[in-house]
């Protein structure tokens, strides 16, 4: 016997629009942007979706499933009741242009703002040098494929409006990745706290619970550097240093590296063959 199931699809632009209301044949293993696909074909060509890999390695299938902030191509059918529709709407932080289709053109916009990766000089030897507990620390920030969830489902974002005045999870954790690198020379904080606005952020922790990737934005990323930024402008011993201690003083004061340095023999060497990025 054939499954069917039901589903309620938000479509319109953005001067508004309604729920349509759509029945699909199911088998084992159908994702949600399966069943989109299927309503496309049979139903309505003219559904607008944005996706491209269907492998959860893109990021651009995001959308609202039952009001929860998801991939269509990673989410089940099987994960919802068969006997009660299930709703797919928009991400709710953007401007929508069709259907399923919002308008993120801002968050690349903020991505300019960013300054980007400076290294320090290579070492005498032609190599970079760094411990491997500093890369482990920042590698799982690169696991971000910019799907833009936590954006979306960040309130200050997405209740606030505040688009001018927060970058966002998704930028925070750019930038925590440039600010812990260990071979990064370049001060941020200034940015972070003023143009990024690190302290809107209080840290419900939503963006890390709808992140695919699972990585922990909240506790590994944006609290951190919360913790790095009070640290550099409120810190009395930092505040004087700055205020009237030598020149070297107050390089060593507002320095990115204020942990003891580790033996260098134990320092993991760096292929000379590209940049670090």
């Known amino acids: 016997m054939v499954e069917k199931a039901r589903l309620r699809v938000l479509r319109g632009n953005k001067d508004g629009g309604d729920f349509e209301n759509y029945e699909v044949e199911t088998y084992p293993g159908m994702v949600v942007l399966d069943a989109i696909h299927e309503v496309q074909a049979k139903n309505a060509p003219d559904l607008a979706v944005r996706w491209n890999c269907k492998a959860g390695r893109c990021g651009s299938c995001s959308a609202e499933i039952n009001g929860k902030p998801k991939l269509l191509c990673m989410t089940r059918m099987s994960h919802y009741p068969a006997d009660e529709p299930i709703t797919v709407t928009p991400m709710r932080a953007f401007p929508v242009i069709r259907d ?75 930038l925590a990745t440039l600010d812990m690198h260990p071979l990064d020379t370049l001060d941020r904080k200034d940015m972070i706290k003023e143009e990024f606005g690190v302290g809107l952020c209080n840290i419900t922790k939503c963006c890390t619970e709808v992140c695919p990737e699972h990585i922990h934005i909240t506790d590994n990323a944006i609290i951190p550097l919360k913790e790095r930024v009070a640290d550099d402008r409120y810190d009395p011993v930092r505040w004087l240093l700055r205020k009237v201690g030598t020149k070297d003083e107050r390089r060593k004061a507002t320095s990115k590296d204020t942990g003891p340095k580790r033996p260098s023999e134990t320092a993991a060497r760096v292929s000379t063959s590209k940049e670090p990025s």
């Open 100 to 174: 399923l289709v919002t308008d993120v053109s801002w968050n690349f916009k903020v991505a300019k703002k960013v300054p980007p990766f400076a290294p320090r000089p290579r070492d005498k030897d032609g190599h970079y040098r760094m411990q491997q507990m500093d890369i482990d620390r920042v590698q799982e920030f690169r696991k971000c494929i910019e799907c833009f969830l936590c954006q979306n489902v960040c309130h200050v974002i997405r209740d606030h409006q505040k688009k001018e005045e927060f970058a966002g999870p998704r930028f925070l954790i750019h």
